[in-house]
């Protein structure tokens, strides 16, 4: 296949992707079928299995697209901070505003993530993904460190378990009743940045 006819095909699968967010996100894991997103978007069976070996591929690409769009939108706060206030109110209400606006592909990302545990197929994704995530939250703290003169307290592993565990469980309470979770998350957020660095 050409190099153009493999952009052609892979840009045809990210605008699949993305299409289908919507409905990767509400069913989840366990009730998407490549039948049943197709039933629910604009496209046939038929384009989404031959762009697509089966959900897995499907899902795991959706998420994977993303979370690179996540990451991005965390990279340009980091860059335009100019002190380490800024950089932690930026910070802090990026991670508010997706619990908000995205609470569902974030579900769909946990649910992802924990059936990695049971299979297989999904361990490889799910390790690079959450590598990704671990750095951006790395990048973030360590600009902070920058700005401020401080330094990190933890280790790169465990600062990202500390900001997606409060970000898991804000997400868990939103599912159930989103009253305050945004802002309390938030606020966690913030406190926890100017926690985890020495001064």
């Given at each position: 296949?050409?190099?153009?006819?493999?952009?052609?095909?892979?840009?045809?699968?990210?605008?699949?992707?993305?299409?289908?967010?919507?409905?990767?996100?509400?069913?989840?894991?366990?009730?998407?079928?490549l039948?049943?997103?197709?039933?629910?978007?604009?496209?046939?069976?038929?384009?989404?299995?031959?762009?697509?070996?089966?959900?897995?591929d499907?899902?795991?690409?959706?998420?994977?697209?993303?979370?690179?769009?996540?990451?991005?939108?965390?990279?340009e706060?980091?860059?335009?901070?100019?002190?380490?206030?800024?950089?932690?109110?930026?910070?802090?209400?990026?991670?508010?505003?997706?619990?908000?606006?995205?609470?569902?592909?974030?579900?769909?990302?946990?649910d992802?993530?924990?059936?990695?545990?049971?299979?297989?197929?999904?361990?490889?994704?799910?390790t690079?993904?959450?590598?990704?995530?671990?750095?951006?939250?790395?990048?973030?703290?360590?600009?902070?460190?920058?700005?401020?003169?401080?330094?990190?307290?933890?280790?790169?592993?465990?600062?990202?378990?500390?900001?997606d565990?409060?970000?898991?469980?804000?997400?868990?309470?939103?599912?159930?009743?989103?009253?305050?979770?945004?802002?309390?998350?938030?606020?966690?957020?913030?406190?926890?940045l100017?926690?985890?660095?020495?001064?």
């Open positions: 296949m050409s190099a153009r006819l493999v952009d052609k095909f892979t840009a045809r699968r990210d605008e699949l992707a993305a299409a289908t967010r919507a409905t990767l996100a509400e069913l989840g894991y366990a009730r998407t079928s039948r049943e997103i197709a039933a629910n978007s604009a496209f046939s069976h038929g384009v989404l299995h031959y762009y697509f070996r089966d959900k897995v499907l899902i795991t690409h959706s998420v994977r697209q993303y979370k690179a769009e996540c990451v991005s939108r965390y990279d706060i980091v860059d335009s901070a100019t002190d380490g206030d800024a950089l932690a109110r930026g910070f802090a209400v990026a991670m508010a505003t997706t619990l908000r606006d995205d609470a569902a592909m974030h579900r769909l990302w946990y992802l993530r924990n059936q990695s545990m049971f299979e297989d197929v999904f361990r490889a994704d799910v690079e993904i959450d590598a990704g995530l671990e750095q951006m939250i790395w990048r973030v703290v360590s600009r902070y460190t920058e700005l401020t003169g401080a330094t990190p307290l933890l280790s790169s592993k465990a600062l990202y378990a500390a900001f565990g409060l970000f898991l469980q804000a997400l868990t309470r939103w599912t159930t009743d989103p009253t305050g979770a945004a802002a309390e998350l938030e606020g966690s957020v913030e406190r926890l100017r926690l985890v660095v020495s001064s």
